[in-house]
């Protein structure tokens, strides 16, 4: 995100309603609209990985993977916000004219210098707050490293997994990513 396209506010409704017929992505946070930025190829990969796993892995199962193209909704009390995740798995049916969930199991963003702040700070002080979340991923591209939020209880536990050996194992929605797949075609400065 960037800053607020405009100084006006406008609605959740207004805000769904214009994003349909954009030509650009945006998102949402507190009536004010921020344009998406683009990523690097690496975060391409990373992002697209991770859904083609989730996609082969839960074939089968009561459980969609998305991708960046669609919006996560969340109620902050008095306003709301809507995000891109780069991906999401959902544990519920979701309508074929839905425009985004509010109740994502695991949530993936996987980080870029422009979008680093926001993901690790604002998105992630938000994502927190939905009672369905049960693990929050922040995925390097410099390294093949993953910073996992885990629900604990009423809380979340932070975990690091880190080299091409490990695993992101999500057991929540029965899936398991070998980070070499997960970070396939991605490559590393040495």
Do not use: W
Not at 17 to 25: G, V
Not at 133 to 139: P, R, V, W
Request: charged content about 25%; proline content about 5%.
């Amino acid at each position: 995100m960037s800053e607020a396209l405009a100084d006006k506010l406008i609605s959740a409704d207004e805000f769904l309603k214009r994003e349909l017929t954009s030509s650009i992505k945006h998102e949402f946070v507190t009536g004010h609209v921020y344009a998406m930025s683009g990523g690097s190829m690496a975060h391409q990969r990373v992002a697209r990985n991770f859904s083609a796993l989730a996609l082969q892995g839960l074939k089968g199962k009561s459980r969609e993977p998305t991708n960046s193209d669609f919006l996560v909704n969340i109620d902050l009390g008095s306003d709301e916000a809507m995000y891109y995740p780069d991906g999401m798995i959902i544990c519920h049916p979701v309508n074929d004219h839905e425009q985004f969930t509010t109740a994502p199991t695991v949530i993936l963003e996987v980080l870029s210098p422009s979008t680093r702040r926001i993901d690790e700070a604002q998105k992630f002080r938000d994502y927190l707050t939905l009672p369905s979340l049960q693990t929050y991923i922040l995925a390097e591209t410099q390294s093949p490293a993953l910073t996992l939020y885990r629900r604990e209880g009423d809380s979340f536990k932070r975990h690091v997994i880190s080299g091409l050996d490990s695993a992101l194992d999500l057991p929540e929605v029965e899936l398991s990513m070998p980070l070499t797949d997960l970070y396939q075609d991605v490559r590393f400065d040495s």
